[in-house]
């Protein structure tokens, strides 16, 4: 049984993105929109036109993987894949997700693993940002800050 809610999980990542702005130079104004790198930006574009075949195969995978199990869970999932694939803007996607995340927790998981995954993926995002950043502006901000 669900005991986690959606409140506690918005809480548990908004805190933790929150801890990853502070920690991450430039990650807060990035994803704000009020900073812009050229080499960082066209680095992130890159890498995430890499990552689109790699996630449709692990996506597939977990289709798989889940709707044999579960299939309430690997239809729901199929749904979201196919609106998140069209970019299709006629549901909420956030509802949608909680509704995944719910049937999956209560199918495979406890609230514990629940609220656990939750930083653990952010520590990864975190760990994404920190190197982009320092492969592309750490050094040409550091020239700007001692020209001052």
């Known amino acids: 049984m669900l005991m986690v809610t959606r409140q506690q999980l918005e809480t548990v990542a908004t805190d933790g993105m929150e801890q990853m702005f502070a920690r991450v130079p430039r990650a807060r104004e990035f994803h704000a929109g009020t900073w812009m790198d050229e080499r960082y930006y066209v680095r992130f574009l890159v890498e995430i036109a890499k ?24 239809a729901k999932f199929a749904h979201y894949l196919a609106e998140e694939w069209g970019h299709d803007d006629s549901h909420d996607h956030n509802d949608l997700m909680f509704q995944i995340v719910c049937r999956a927790h209560a199918t495979f998981g406890s609230d514990e693993i629940c609220l656990g995954y939750v930083p653990q993926f952010i520590l990864l995002i975190e760990e994404y940002f920190r190197e982009l950043y320092h492969a592309t502006c750490a050094s040409s901000e550091r020239r700007c800050h001692m020209a001052r």
């Open 51 to 74: 990552r689109i075949p790699l996630m449709n195969v692990s996506d597939a995978y977990a289709l798989y993987r889940h709707g044999t199990r579960d299939p309430v869970l690997g």
